[in-house]
């Protein structure tokens, strides 16, 4: 099938294009500047959330669980979960669908499994691609599941509405919940696996501290108790997340806060282009080679390297 | 360009709780740089082709000990062939007399492998399969 066949089959609501259309854009074929330039036309009307925690805090199953409540409301979701690729073999075992059971016969779910293929922030490669496509397609809610992530990985929040960080019992004390990184990005906070002992502690640690960081505010991050699997604190969930777009709509912070989402890509798609643009050249790749070896004789130093290697830059074409 | 990566759908239909087979070799071929979709137990042939169409997986496996494989296999083909998914592969393993394997063959299921199978001949059997596609 071509792409032109493809894309019409798309637009028709055809779950098998689309997911042709997605392995173009994962595997970066040539194709996918087409599919991009018609995608880019028609995102902008999915709401999106993401969805990141530690591993084994339960956002598969909490996803699961969400996304079932949401269907009396929305018939059309994407999903999209991320984990990782291993580092030596490439390989990925991807089992997030395994918490996910009771939504593979609903219709209008469609749920994507992605490898990170090496990426370090939480989310595989083209997880905005993706999440851009199942808009285009339709979805009117497209929820996003990062791989287990530790305290840096706070990409997610650029990428999606709103942000909901999982946390459990287990993932330590108040002095963890101080640190910057993950505690910063939750527009909702959740402690799942609310059962075990410690959850009420971390309850009120994150509380505080919410209360402490977001004085002037306008927005307070809730914090709620869930035990996902009993599907307990579903329901309160699923009214935050309305409550903070309503008030992203209220204060005019929708659009903002996706403009400035396009200008980071801008940023960044225009930094790695220059990269590479800059690794292609002939003149710099040796000049490199033969800094390496002057630094490693210690005839000159880093800094002094990475000068020789600036004033080679303008003679990149 | 990045090459294709193969993907494989692992599935485990039908009532059968033993699934220590199937995650050995969800590892195993994750080990040899596939990525791999675990979905878990007791799977329905709707599920397994819903998954596998909305993964746009290349290959399917089903490990089935229970003694369904004569209903299974046959089921997830012909909901292959209805969603104009032929072009995915579907193999298999467990514990599957000879006079069926045969007849599961004839109506187009790939290998059907039998306990005690090394990893490394099921990596062995993919990579001929889509020896083609990871060139490409």
């Given at each position: 099938m071509t792409i032109k066949e493809y894309l019409k089959k798309f637009e028709e609501g055809d779950e098998r294009a689309l997911s042709k259309i997605i392995t173009i854009i994962e595997n970066g074929y040539e194709e996918s500047k087409e599919i991009l330039e018609y995608i880019g036309k028609r995102t902008g009307k999915a709401y999106r959330i993401g969805i990141t925690g530690p591993q084994g805090s339960g956002k598969s199953t909490l996803i699961a669980k969400l996304a079932k409540r949401l269907l009396s409301k929305f018939k059309e979701i994407g999903i999209i979960?991320?984990?990782?690729?291993?580092?030596?073999?490439?390989?990925?075992?991807?089992?997030?669908?395994?918490?996910?059971?009771?939504?593979?016969?609903?219709k209008?779910?469609?749920?994507?499994?992605?490898?990170?293929?090496?990426?370090?922030?939480?989310?595989?490669?083209?997880?905005?691609?993706?999440?851009?496509?199942?808009?285009?397609?339709?979805?009117?809610?497209?929820?996003?599941e990062t791989i287990g992530v530790g305290q840096v990985e706070v990409e997610i929040s650029n990428l999606v509405d709103t942000t909901i960080v999982v946390f459990v019992p287990e993932s330590g004390d108040g002095i963890q919940v101080l640190k910057a990184g993950l505690t910063e990005i939750g527009d909702i906070f959740v402690v799942n696996k609310s059962d075990r002992i410690g959850a009420d502690i971390l309850?009120?640690?994150?509380?505080?501290?919410?209360?402490?960081?977001?004085?002037?505010?306008?927005?307070?991050?809730?914090?709620?108790?869930?035990?996902?699997?009993?599907?307990?604190?579903?329901?309160?969930?699923?009214?935050?997340?309305?409550n903070h777009y309503n008030y992203l709509i209220e204060?005019?912070?929708?659009?903002?806060?996706?403009?400035?989402?396009?200008?980071?890509?801008?940023?960044?798609?225009f930094e790695n282009e220059i990269l590479k643009i800059l690794w292609q050249s002939e003149r710099v790749k040796k000049l490199f080679e033969k800094v390496v070896e002057e630094v490693w004789e210690k005839k000159i130093t880093i800094?002094?390297?990475?000068?020789?290697?600036?004033k080679e830059v303008k003679y990149v074409k | 360009m990045e090459k294709k990566k193969i993907k494989i759908?692992?599935?485990?239909?039908?009532?059968?709780?033993?699934?220590?087979?199937?995650?050995?070799?969800?590892?195993?071929?994750?080990?040899?740089?596939f990525e791999v979709i675990y979905t878990g137990l007791h799977q329905t042939p709707e599920m397994i082709v819903n998954t596998a169409i909305q993964e746009d997986v290349d290959?399917?496996?089903?490990?089935?000990?229970?003694?369904?494989?004569?209903?299974?296999?046959?089921?997830?083909l012909r909901l292959l062939k209805e969603k104009g998914a032929t072009d995915i592969h579907l193999f298999g393993g467990g514990i599957i007399p000879d006079e069926d394997k045969e007849k599961l063959y004839q109506m187009g299921v790939g290998k059907l492998?039998?306990?005690?199978?090394?990893?490394?001949?099921?990596?062995?059997?993919?990579?001929?399969?889509?020896?083609?596609k990871v060139s490409e």
């Open positions: 979960a991320c984990d990782p690729s291993s580092p030596f073999s490439f390989g990925a075992l991807l089992g997030d669908r395994i918490r996910m059971n009771e939504l593979f016969l609903e209008g779910i469609f749920i994507r499994s992605m490898a990170t293929r090496g990426s370090l922030n939480g989310l595989a490669y083209k997880t905005k691609e993706v999440a851009d496509i199942l808009d285009a397609f339709g979805k009117e809610i497209i929820i996003i309850f009120y640690e994150l509380k505080n501290l919410i209360e402490m960081s977001y004085q002037n505010s306008k927005w307070k991050p809730p914090v709620i108790l869930t035990q996902a699997v009993n599907n307990y604190g579903i329901e309160e969930l699923e009214k935050e997340i309305i204060n005019n912070l929708l659009e903002e806060k996706r403009k400035k989402a396009v200008i980071r890509e801008l940023v960044n798609n800094e002094e390297g990475v000068k020789k290697l600036i | 759908l692992i599935a485990k239909p039908g009532l059968d709780g033993h699934d220590r087979g199937a995650k050995v070799v969800a590892r195993g071929l994750r080990d040899a740089g290959i399917i496996g089903l490990s089935i000990l229970s003694g369904a494989h004569m209903t299974i296999f046959p089921e997830v492998f039998d306990p005690g199978t090394k990893i490394s001949e099921i990596v062995e059997y993919i990579n001929n399969l889509f020896k083609e």
